[in-house]
């Protein structure tokens, strides 16, 4: 998909990626970004209602507690089920979906706009999931709290995402042992440890494990098994994405730019993704 660089707003006038950023870099991108926008402005607006329609204290922070506490096992649930189902390549009507909000990620963990959620898909969840046990606890100013205090969280979960894939290794040991675990999702084996700050669904359901338990790297843990074969029958994901992703995606992109420029200087050839 050829997509137009100078409609973007800011530093979004051209791609990213982490393993080539700055946490300032990271910052800015973040800040700059619609869908991080749209969470903070939606938040500032969910909070005056709250003022507005004012819950008890209990009920506010009942609702505000809900939402944080029930995040990881939302998040697990969509992660481990839907975005790594094998359901949605197989129509026409949710494949494009699909590449989007994660086969894309995976075929390139770094690209940093892939990484964000997609508003169409992200604000509908967090509504459903946070609105009516809200409401439930404290009526529409309880619906709000638990709105915004979702809405937040999704900021904080989007950053910690960001952060796990940014090119640096973290001192906090919390936040290494969470860059560990969420490296080894996206570059050795993709079937497990499907949390990102939180991995207490993991181990509650069995997905959570140690790299060096695993000794075998997963062969899709770039497609996520959207593999040739796969795509024989089920063709629109690969149509929409110039192929199916196979090897590490900087050796990928390596070859493609070496493609390229042997067409600008006259040679044949394509573009590839099939490099090793």
């Not at 939606?42 to 506010?60: E, K, R, Y």
């Not at 995606?249 to 040679?267: D, M, S, V």
Request: with cysteine.
């Amino acid at each position: 998909m050829i997509v137009d660089h100078q409609k973007r707003p800011g530093i979004w006038n051209r791609d990213h990626f982490l393993d080539r950023m700055t946490l300032k870099d990271l910052v800015v991108a973040y800040f700059q970004y619609y869908a991080i926008q749209a969470y903070i402005l939606l938040a500032v607006l969910a909070i005056a209602v709250a003022i507005w329609n004012p819950p008890s204290l209990l009920a506010g922070a009942a609702a505000a507690v809900f939402a944080v506490i029930a995040y990881p096992a939302v998040w697990y649930l969509l992660h481990r089920f839907v975005l790594h189902g094998q359901w949605m390549y197989k129509s026409p009507l949710t494949a494009r979906t699909w590449k989007r909000i994660h086969y894309d990620h995976h075929q390139d963990p770094n690209h940093l706009e892939v990484l964000f959620g997609a508003l169409y898909t992200t604000l509908p969840t967090i509504a459903i999931a946070t609105i009516p046990v809200g409401y439930l606890i404290g009526g529409v100013g309880g619906a709000a709290v638990c709105f915004a205090a979702g809405l937040i969280t999704t900021c904080f979960y989007e950053f910690a995402h960001c952060i796990q894939h940014l090119s640096y290794k973290p001192k906090n040991p919390w936040l290494a042992e969470m860059k560990k675990r969420h490296m080894a999702h996206h570059f050795h084996d993709e079937s497990g440890n499907f949390g990102i700050t939180s991995f207490w669904p993991d181990k509650l359901f069995g997905t959570f494990y140690d790299r060096e338990a695993r000794p075998a790297k997963s062969k899709t843990v770039f497609n996520l098994g959207y593999t040739d074969e796969v795509a024989e029958s089920y063709p629109w994901v690969s149509a929409m994405s110039g192929g199916v992703a196979k090897g590490h995606p900087r050796k990928r992109a390596a070859a493609a730019n070496e493609n390229a420029t042997h067409l600008r200087a006259g040679g044949a050839g394509a573009p590839t993704r099939d490099a090793a």
